[in-house]
């Protein structure tokens, strides 16, 4: 019952929010610098960190021979290859969004307060407020309850910033929980939500591959002539619904060798190359903290306070490839300890709470 009415509160927070959210990401920092990926569809700040890092190299955004190369369709050009041998993927670079809290509260919460409390923790924090009626009938339908909800809004800054500003000025989940905790004091939350942003990148194995229209043997023999005279190791590839042509390469060649080669292939037979990428993938999978209705310990994420949690939780620690538990469930879970991360001691803290010893 409690799952059904959080959920559909934050069904309907994300129907009302969504033409405020739509407008402020439009108009991307012209500034902006590389952005998260995640590789190999983990889905975690690490990863996007690791992914950073390992970027064996990235296109000058200013290299402007290759451009078709990276840019193809995608709306921001800055994108980069991630390469080790054998394994060449591109990352598409992307602006940050904003962490958010939605908050749902009595009508005649104090606003202003929730404002100051916010400001001394993001001076720049942009912050919504408004009132909907969630008996009108548009809403639901059928006769006019008046039930008047207060909406708030939280971000930490406004529009979308680089990667690496963003990393910095996002909300964390411990200041919502600060947050949280100086809002609820003034009474009439109804729900808190905590929204991170992670966004997958769009990834592909790379092929180099040069478009025509190329009719087979005209331009497949020169091609072959040159891949013989450059001592390149690859063979080629005619396609013929593209009537295209693939290099694959026998070595195990970084990304950086890859777009080198494109390069040179440009330079030398004057066509321009384009490495093969996905469209795919690319999406910003939303994970959800609810902070104000969860019930602590519930570890499994089913609303219930059971000996199952406590079994889930020395699962997720024996066995973590197999048993997972959901981000909320996590949340639910790090009761002992002052936040130190799911131990063995949870789940001897759920055992206690469920024999009433805590
Ligand atoms: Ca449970
Ligand atoms: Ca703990």
Not at 29 to 58: P, Q, V, W
Not at 108 to 128: C, F, G, H, M, N
Not at 179 to 186: G, P, R, V, Y
Request: net charge negative.
């Amino acid at each position: 019952m409690k799952k059904t009415k959080r959920l559909s509160a934050f069904l309907l927070a994300s129907l009302i929010s969504a033409g405020t959210v739509s407008s402020l990401s439009a108009g991307a920092n012209a500034d902006s610098f590389y952005y998260y990926t995640h590789i190999d569809g983990k889905d975690s700040r690490k990863d996007f960190e690791e992914a950073l890092e390992n970027c064996a190299f990235k296109i000058p955004v200013e290299n402007e021979i290759l451009g078709g190369c990276y840019v193809l369709n995608i709306d921001n050009p800055k994108a980069a290859l991630y390469g080790t041998p054998g394994y060449y993927k591109i990352i598409r670079m992307d602006d940050a969004i904003s962490d958010d809290i939605q908050i749902w509260a009595d009508p005649d919460i104090d606003v202003e307060k929730i404002r100051q409390s916010v400001y001394e923790l993001y001076p720049d924090a942009e912050i919504s407020s408004y009132l909907i009626d969630f008996g009108a009938p548009e809403v639901f339908g059928g006769e006019h309850i008046p039930d008047i909800w207060r909406g708030v809004t939280i971000k930490a800054f406004k529009d979308k910033l680089p990667y690496h500003e963003a990393k910095e000025k996002n909300i964390t989940l411990e200041n919502a929980e600060k947050l949280h905790d100086i809002i609820a004091q003034n009474g009439g939350v109804r729900s808190f939500l905590f929204r991170e942003n992670p966004i997958k990148a769009s990834v592909t194995y790379t092929t180099l591959t040069c478009y025509g229209p190329f009719e087979e043997n005209e331009t497949y023999d020169e091609f072959e002539k040159y891949i013989s005279e450059n001592n390149m190791n690859c063979h080629l590839y005619y396609n013929n619904y593209f009537k295209s042509i693939d290099f694959l390469s026998y070595d195990n060649l970084s990304a950086e060798d890859y777009y080198k080669i494109a390069e040179k292939i440009y330079r030398d037979i004057n066509t321009k190359p384009y490495i093969s990428w996905s469209k795919s993938g690319n999406q910003s999978d939303e994970i959800t903290f609810d902070l104000h209705n969860y019930i602590s310990g519930d570890a499994n994420d089913d609303d219930q306070l059971a000996l199952s949690d406590a079994v889930a939780i020395l699962q997720s620690i024996g066995n973590p490839d197999d048993y997972e538990l959901t981000p909320q469930g996590e949340y639910n879970a790090d009761i002992t300890g002052d936040k130190d991360g799911i131990t063995n001691l949870d789940a001897l803290t759920v055992q206690r709470k469920l024999l009433k010893l805590e």
